[in-house]
């Protein structure tokens, strides 16, 4: 069992800004991709973006780009989502996630994200 825990969750104001942290731990990683999610009240998870393990090939949702930035740090096995110009649809529980084959299989917590209008 991998452990995943996100943190930097909170309260913004729209056209804020908020930057999410991942640390991973339980296991050890070679190769492994990292990923954010997102389900607000009364919607679907939804995919945010994602980047692999060597950080040079990264993917985001439409309603994301140019706003969001991914980032992961492999030594430290930790990983960021920079979110810039927040919107109050951004609301919602974010969820980090590892893939090391083709399945998103370690979920952290969530943490809350706020968005006031």
Request: aromatic share 12%; charged share 20%; net charge positive.
């Amino acid at each position: 069992q991998v452990q995943l825990v996100e943190s930097g969750g909170g309260l913004v104001q729209a056209g804020g800004s908020l930057r999410l942290s991942c640390a991973a731990s339980g296991r050890t990683f070679s190769t492994y991709r990292m990923g954010w999610f997102r389900q607000a009240p009364g919607k679907v998870r939804e995919f945010v973006a994602a980047i692999t393990w060597s950080g040079s090939d990264t993917a985001y949702a439409d309603f994301v780009k140019g706003r969001f930035t991914i980032s992961k740090d492999n030594a430290k096995n930790t990983g960021d989502l920079q979110m810039n110009s927040l919107k109050p649809e951004d609301t919602a529980v974010y969820y980090c996630a590892v893939r090391l084959d083709g399945s998103w299989d370690y979920w952290g917590q969530g943490t809350q994200v706020t968005v006031s209008s």
